[in-house]
């Protein structure tokens, strides 16, 4: 059983964030249990980046080493290094049920590679070739994503600069929402996502959650 002062403490942060998250009051508490159990002998401490790479591999079925870490950072949106109980909820509310708007947002932090402000043609490249199905053949595979490059590009500068501004990416994911993930995916696959959501002692139905999943590997295709 927790102790009386890290019931206190859950409790004050259930109702701290009631309006910031799309979850309930015992969702809430769901997953501030949740995050003050994961080690066991800090309650409280923050989550660092190998610890939850490993909750995105082993709970959401995440794999892609570079996303795993550019989640981490969207996740860490004060960027000190660490996942708080205030970010898991908050976080995982977007991940989860978060509105085209605010997966946009969160996309964006997380291909930002180097947090400019910008999505360059050289972080779509290295999201690209980590993200793509390698394929044996006697082409330059560095030569085809170069290519989808310039077709990523063509879609996501919505004002021609040569540059990817977040409103650029925003304008862009409204206009459709399959770009959302152009780069790779930053959300986990819809059963995966419901299965978990399914533990909660009160949960939202399935309908409620917004889920848009593109082929990445096809992304040619669908930009051609």
């Known amino acids: ?31 501030l249990d949740m995050f003050v159990k994961i080690d066991g002998k800090r309650p409280f401490a923050k989550l660092d980046r190998l610890k939850f790479r490993e909750i995105l591999h082993h709970t959401f079925h995440m794999t892609d080493d570079l996303l795993l870490d550019r989640v981490f950072r969207a996740f860490d949106y004060t960027s ?101 993930e152009i780069l790779g995916p930053c959300f986990p696959e819809e059963q995966v996502a419901v299965a978990f959501l399914s533990t909660f002692q009160e949960i939202q139905l399935p309908n409620s959650i917004c889920f848009i999943r593109p082929n990445n590997p096809a992304v040619a295709t669908k930009m051609g």
Do not use: C
Request: aromatic content about 6%; hydrophobic content about 40%; proline content about 2%.
């Open 80 to 180: 000190d290094g660490g996942i708080t109980a205030k970010k898991w909820v908050v976080g995982l509310s977007i991940f989860l049920r978060g509105s085209l708007q605010e997966r946009a947002a969160f996309t964006f932090r997380a291909y930002d590679l180097n947090s400019d402000g910008l999505i360059s043609r050289e972080e779509m490249f290295q999201l690209l070739k980590a993200s793509l199905i390698k394929q044996p053949t006697d082409e330059d595979p560095d030569e085809g994503i170069r290519d989808l490059v310039d077709l990523v590009m063509k879609r996501l500068d919505m004002d021609h600069d040569g540059r990817v501004t977040y409103p650029d990416f925003q304008s862009a994911v409204q206009q459709d929402a399959m770009l959302l």
């Open 1 to 31: 059983m927790l102790e009386v002062s890290i019931r206190k403490r859950i409790a004050e942060l259930v109702t701290k964030l009631e309006n910031q998250v799309k979850f309930t009051r015992n969702e809430r508490e769901h997953l």
